[in-house]
């Protein structure tokens, strides 16, 4: 899935240059490889990666591998709002709470 709008890219085979046909972002990413961690040495679960500094934009990376651990989880960034909004109201009403 693209880490950016969630498309399922399963069927294309990415290389260098490949991008989302949903929403153009680069898909040989940091953000969409099975071996990001953030919080990892470089972000990356790879121990001999190397350090790629645009995370979001496209890289040589040898290790590349795309995978379900994508940075979002297949999520859009307003899905991932959505979802954090809903719960915030969900835990304090909605409301504005008055002293």
Known sequence: ??????????????FRTTTCPSCGSDL???????FYSSGSHYDCKETNADLVTDKERANFCDYFSQ???????????DDKAKAAKDA????????ILCL
């Open 28 to 34: 040989h990413s940091c953000y969409n490889c099975k």
């Open 67 to 77: 995978g379900p651990n994508s940075k979002n989880q297949g999520k859009s960034q």
């Open 88 to 95: 915030f109201n969900a835990l304090f009403g909605g409301g």
């Open 1 to 14: 899935m693209c880490w950016k709008c969630g498309n399922n890219t399963n069927s294309i085979q990415i």
